[in-house]
């Protein structure tokens, strides 16, 4: 899969309350080849001011903070700084907070107690541009939970022609651009067009457009009854 390409150097802010969280994930930051931690922040106002005046490419959020800020503090950086890729922080991997980290806008999910390559791979795909894994999915939509494939299926379903393929290009990882010259339209009109798709979900953003594209297996089901979309 063709995916965006991340920067040479990723600068990134680190977001946790707790002192010995916060370092220990700054020094496991500072141990990944191409990875620069340019601010620390305790708080979501204090991780405000820092993505103001660093505008980073990567920001780890702490989900649950004293303020309980955490997650507005990521719809706020999602809304200003679109180009500023949030990844959620938690001791607890349970389904309700990673659906809230992916409805509130972030692009990615990390465990406190997942070791380094595992933070390691999660950063590189969210800086990629790729979609979640479908084990990431499975604890986003709960194991078995046929019915919001379904729903899935219906939403992408009730989308036109159009969209399906300009939503079916972006989560395969092309930019607007690539998606304007694979379809010969203008890559603005890939952006309006992705806007209204958007809308058309109920999504936020790329990503989580992306992630109800490979649960609703819509492409798959729509070769194997015969349509042509």
């Known amino acids: 899969m ?20 916060r370092l220990g994930l700054i020094a496991i930051l500072g141990s990944i080849p191409g990875v620069r931690v340019v601010a620390e922040a305790y708080d979501a106002a204090s991780a405000l001011d820092a993505v103001r005046e660093h ?4 920001v780890l959020m702490d989900v649950r903070m004293p303020d309980t800020e955490g ?11 679109p180009r500023t890729r949030v990844v959620m922080v938690s001791y607890w991997n349970i389904p309700e907070y990673i659906a809230e980290a992916f409805r509130a806008g972030a692009t990615g999910y ?15 795909r969210v800086l ?3 979609p979640p894994s479908m084990s990431t999915l499975s604890y986003e939509c709960g194991e078995g939970s046929d019915w919001r494939v ?11 022609r159009r969209q399906r393929e300009v939503l079916a290009l972006s989560a395969s990882g092309l930019t607007n651009r690539e998606i304007g010259d694979r379809l ?22 790329r990503t989580q457009a992306a992630m109800i594209w490979t649960l609703s297996g819509w492409s798959g089901r729509n070769r194997r009854a015969g349509g042509t979309g």
């Open 55 to 58: 505008e980073p490419d990567l």
């Open 128 to 130: 990629r541009g790729d």
């Open 150 to 160: 379904r729903d899935a299926f219906a939403a992408v379903d009730g989308l036109t």
């Open 110 to 124: 990390i465990s406190k107690g997942a070791h380094r390559q595992e933070i390691a791979d999660e950063i590189d």
């Open 2 to 21: 063709k995916s965006a390409t991340k920067p040479a150097t990723v600068t990134t802010v680190v977001v946790d309350d707790h002192d010995v969280a």
């Open 184 to 205: 010969g339209i203008n890559w603005r009109t890939v952006q309006k067009t992705l806007e209204h798709v958007y809308r058309r979900l109920g999504v936020p953003n």
């Open 71 to 81: 997650l507005t503090a990521t719809q706020q950086i999602c809304a200003r700084w």
